[in-house]
């Protein structure tokens, strides 16, 4: 009987987590090792130059590019403010037709050109933070660049997000695995809830769960044409967590109606009213990032243990999801492996495994089309 390392969704309710805090150019990191952080504490800052502008002085002033220098009222490294005089030209007679320039924009002068009769003007520096996400401890630190957060708590993973990182309290909204989030479902009280639906969710939902203020929605498909809509573009196939919208999206499953793994919805149920950080972030090529929530565990976020596995070995009995069609999305049990090549429609020969899928059914598929759903 054969064997195979195969990578798989995390659905744990005890696992360490590390999450990497990286600021995007050097900058100041405000914590130690040994710190404890809550998930929106900053643990790194950074001044992120303004954008430069150009006053065109020699336009306004309605001189010679090299006369510009002369009519400066301000020097270089000046602080000026949006219409404040900058330059002026000497006039007939001390008075009579002076021309003024005034900035148009707030900033430091960083260079006056006699060839072009610009003067640059840098606005104010964008501060950049970066906050620790989980509520945990630090576990490492990068001078001028970021830290490490480490956790100890459970970890539900899924197929595909949208939205980034946010942080909410988990409320279960439907009964069963089955059941679509429905927009009757979504309670005016929600604001800051991480809400947890079954088999779907409707559009209708999705906007109201927005408008109410809820944090994120975890369930275990959406219908794409719905996700679209909500987005108002088509989403693509890049690295997703970075759309403009006001809540996180997690499915476990996939995309259409498909029931939410019983064990994932089990684990969300125990963990009703904690509170939890969610992403849904997701990169399925290579370096793949899978959209997450995580619950750290109050007694125990400061323990450190061995880290979870993102796979595990393929074998009889273990838990696994089929990620290609003509079973996509459903969950099964792994009770043969066998030993030798079967050749697929495509032609190729290939290791393939026998899986007892939730409805009955027991089907062969390739190894390459599953997943392992690491559970503990």
Same mark, same amino acid.
Request: proline fraction near 4%; glycine fraction near 14%; include cysteine.
């Given at each position: 009987?054969?064997?195979?390392? /195969?990578?798989?969704?995390?659905?744990?309710?005890?696992?360490?987590? =590390?999450?990497?805090?990286?600021?995007?150019?050097?900058?100041?990191?405000?914590?130690?090792?040994?710190?404890?952080?809550?998930?929106?504490?900053?643990?790194?800052?950074?001044?992120?130059?303004?954008?430069?502008? @150009?006053?065109?002085?020699?336009?306004?002033? !309605?001189?010679?590019?090299?006369?510009?220098?002369?009519?400066?009222?301000?020097?270089?490294?000046?602080?000026?403010? &949006?219409?404040?005089?900058?330059?002026?030209?000497?006039?007939?007679?001390?008075?009579?037709?002076?021309?003024?320039?005034?900035?148009?924009?707030?900033?430091?002068?960083?260079?006056?050109?006699?060839?072009?009769? =610009?003067?640059?003007?840098?606005? &104010?520096?964008?501060?950049?933070?970066?906050?620790?996400?989980?509520?945990?401890?630090?576990?490492?630190?990068?001078?001028?660049?970021?830290?490490?957060?480490?956790?100890?708590?459970?970890?539900?993973?899924?197929? *595909?997000?949208?939205?980034?990182?946010? =942080?909410? @309290?988990?409320?279960?909204?439907? /009964?069963?695995?089955?059941?679509?989030?429905?927009? #009757?479902?979504?309670?005016?009280?929600?604001?800051?809830?991480?809400?947890?639906?079954? #088999?779907?969710?409707?559009?209708?939902?999705?906007?109201?769960?927005?408008?109410?203020?809820?944090? !994120?929605?975890?369930?275990?498909?959406?219908?794409?044409?719905?996700?679209?809509?909500?987005?108002?573009?088509?989403?693509?196939?890049?690295?997703?967590?970075? $759309?403009?919208?006001?809540?996180?999206?997690?499915?476990?499953?996939?995309?259409?109606?498909?029931?939410?793994?019983?064990?994932? *919805?089990?684990?969300? /149920?125990?963990?009703?009213?904690?509170?939890?950080?969610?992403?849904?972030?997701?990169? %399925?090529?290579?370096?793949?990032?899978?959209?997450?929530? %995580?619950?750290?565990?109050?007694?125990?976020?400061?323990?450190?243990?061995?880290? !979870?596995?993102?796979?595990?070995?393929?074998?009889?009995?273990?838990?696994?999801?089929?990620?290609?069609?003509?079973? *996509?999305?459903?969950?099964?049990?792994?009770?043969?492996?066998? #030993?030798?090549?079967?050749?697929?429609?495509?032609?190729?020969?290939?290791?393939?495994?026998?899986?007892?899928? $939730?409805?009955?059914?027991?089907?062969?598929?390739?190894?390459?089309?599953?997943?392992?759903?690491?559970?503990?």
């Amino acid at each position: 009987m054969g064997s195979a390392y /195969t990578p798989g969704l995390t659905v744990t309710r005890d696992i360490v987590v =590390h999450r990497r805090r990286r600021l995007p150019i050097q900058g100041e990191v405000l914590v130690q090792v040994g710190d404890t952080v809550g998930p929106t504490q900053v643990v790194a800052r950074a001044m992120l130059p303004g954008p430069l502008q @150009t006053i065109r002085l020699n336009e306004k002033l !309605g001189v010679e590019p090299r006369e510009v220098g002369a009519c400066m009222v301000v020097q270089v490294g000046d602080q000026v403010e &949006p219409g404040q005089l900058v330059a002026e030209t000497k006039g007939i007679f001390g008075k009579l037709f002076k021309s003024q320039a005034l900035s148009d924009v707030g900033g430091v002068i960083e260079s006056v050109s006699d060839v072009t009769g =610009h003067v640059l003007v840098r606005e &104010p520096s964008v501060p950049v933070e970066v906050g620790a996400y989980i509520a945990g401890r630090i576990s490492e630190v990068q001078p001028g660049e970021g830290a490490v957060v480490e956790t100890r708590g459970a970890m539900v993973q899924g197929i *595909f997000g949208v939205g980034g990182e946010r =942080h909410g @309290t988990i409320r279960v909204a439907v /009964t069963g695995t089955d059941q679509v989030l429905q927009a #009757s479902d979504v309670r005016e009280d929600d604001a800051g809830k991480i809400l947890v639906g079954g #088999s779907g969710v409707t559009y209708e939902a999705i906007e109201l769960a927005a408008e109410r203020g809820a944090a !994120g929605i975890v369930v275990g498909a959406v219908k794409d044409a719905d996700l679209t809509k909500f987005l108002g573009y088509d989403i693509g196939v890049a690295i997703t967590g970075q $759309e403009q919208i006001p809540l996180s999206l997690v499915c476990t499953e996939g995309f259409g109606v498909l029931n939410m793994a019983g064990r994932t *919805f089990e684990l969300l /149920t125990k963990l009703e009213g904690k509170a939890a950080s969610i992403n849904g972030a997701t990169q %399925i090529r290579a370096g793949v990032i899978r959209p997450e929530v %995580i619950v750290p565990l109050a007694e125990n976020a400061g323990e450190v243990a061995a880290e !979870g596995a993102s796979g595990g070995t393929l074998d009889v009995g273990v838990s696994v999801r089929v990620i290609r069609e003509p079973y *996509f999305g459903l969950l099964g049990t792994v009770t043969d492996l066998p #030993s030798t090549l079967v050749k697929v429609d495509s032609g190729a020969e290939v290791r393939v495994l026998r899986a007892k899928l $939730e409805d009955g059914r027991e089907v062969t598929v390739p190894r390459a089309n599953v997943e392992i759903i690491v559970a503990q």
